[in-house]
């Protein structure tokens, strides 16, 4: 089990960008928070909530800035006490075929935007979600490629979010 004290959701905000590849992040988190009954609140440019694992309370985060601000949002975990190694964010990856999800801390931006805005914020050592979406299989630049949405198809989307939000609560703690 990690030690979370808040998961952060990358994404961007707006009707526009809802079912794009960026915003698989959000997805996960909002998943996570519907299925354990934990209601969104706004504050300033974020919106969170709230879980309980056995280790403590849990923060769920969406910065609502674009992806090239995330690291605006971490200010507000400082100030709720909670450290870089205390956090995990689930982020979009275009080096995993779509559907594969993995973990790991540390480490570099690996062109990840959002990741490097908060790097840039609190530095490397926070634990990653990297939900895999792929690498566009045309000549598709890939700022448009992560823009756009699924073309794997919902079910498709809906098991890569699944399979985050198991993987999620057997890492904090929140499933038997």
């Known amino acids: ?17 809802l079912n794009t590849r960026h915003n698989v992040g959000f997805k996960v988190v909002d998943a996570l928070a ?3 009954g934990a209601e969104w609140r706004l504050r300033n440019a974020l919106e969170f909530a709230e879980v309980m694992a056995p280790g403590g309370k849990i923060i769920l985060l969406k910065p609502l800035t674009f992806m090239n601000a995330s690291g605006t949002a971490f200010p507000f975990l400082t100030k709720q006490g909670i450290k ?17 999800v993995t973990m790991r801390q540390g480490g570099s931006a690996r062109g990840h935007n959002g990741l490097r805005s908060i790097i840039a914020t609190v530095g490397e050592n926070f634990h ?5 979406v792929g690498r566009p299989q045309d000549n598709t630049p890939v700022g448009d490629y992560v823009l756009k ?4 198809g919902a079910e498709a989307v809906n098991e890569l979010i699944e ?10 703690g929140l499933t038997d």
């Open 1 to 17: 089990m990690i030690a979370l004290k808040a998961i952060v959701g990358l994404g961007n905000p707006g009707m526009a960008y």
């Open 34 to 36: 519907k299925k354990h």
């Open 84 to 100: 870089p190694e205390e956090v995990l964010v689930v982020h979009d990856e275009l080096e995993l075929p779509f559907g594969k």
């Open 128 to 132: 990653r979600m990297r939900c895999g």
């Open 149 to 152: 949405s699924f073309s794997e």
């Open 163 to 172: 399979k985050a939000v198991v993987l999620l609560e057997k890492s904090v």
